[in-house]
């Protein structure tokens, strides 16, 4: 288990599709391990964050690790099932932006997920607001898809210092 390298924007295997996870093996336990151990590490580094999805450590499965507030969820071959027809507006970051910049873009209010935890077994789980917005964003990666391919204006881009003086603490 260990701290992994997270790829950065320009990595041209952040716009890949991951893989179903078919096996719940000692390989996937040391994926989740690795997750775990990462976040952690950038939590701290960062002082930011709450998930990180497989692709951004080079693991090219479904597989997603959240931790915050002392709430850990582990969703491997996530899916959404429902979104609401309601949008909002987010300014959204990512450790493969090394959280440098922001970008704002519109997101879904609610959304349905359907994944399986670390052991195989199904769970639906309905998400709202903040944590709406952190599963599409963590769920995109497994899909290829970053914050960045949603941006509509280029004036809706933010340094991370700016963000911090506007908003973090609002």
Partial sequence: MAIREVLMIGNPKLWEESANITNFDNQLKEVVQDLKDTLSYLQKEKN??????????????????????????IMVNPKIIWKSE??????????????AFFV???RHKKIKVKYQNENGKEVVKEFN????????????????????????????IIMRSEWESRYRFA
């Fill in 48 to 73: 930011i964050g709450r998930a990180l999805a497989a692709p951004q450590i080079d693991y090219l499965k479904k597989v997603i690790y959240y931790n915050s507030n002392g709430e850990e969820i």
């Fill in 86 to 99: 309601e949008m909002f507006d987010v300014w959204d970051s990512c450790f493969s932006f090394d959280v």
């Fill in 104 to 106: 704002n873009i519109k």
């Fill in 129 to 156: 607001d903040d944590l709406s917005e952190l599963f599409q964003h963590e769920i995109d990666h497994l899909y290829g898809k970053l914050a960045t391919d949603y941006l509509v204006d280029n004036k809706k």
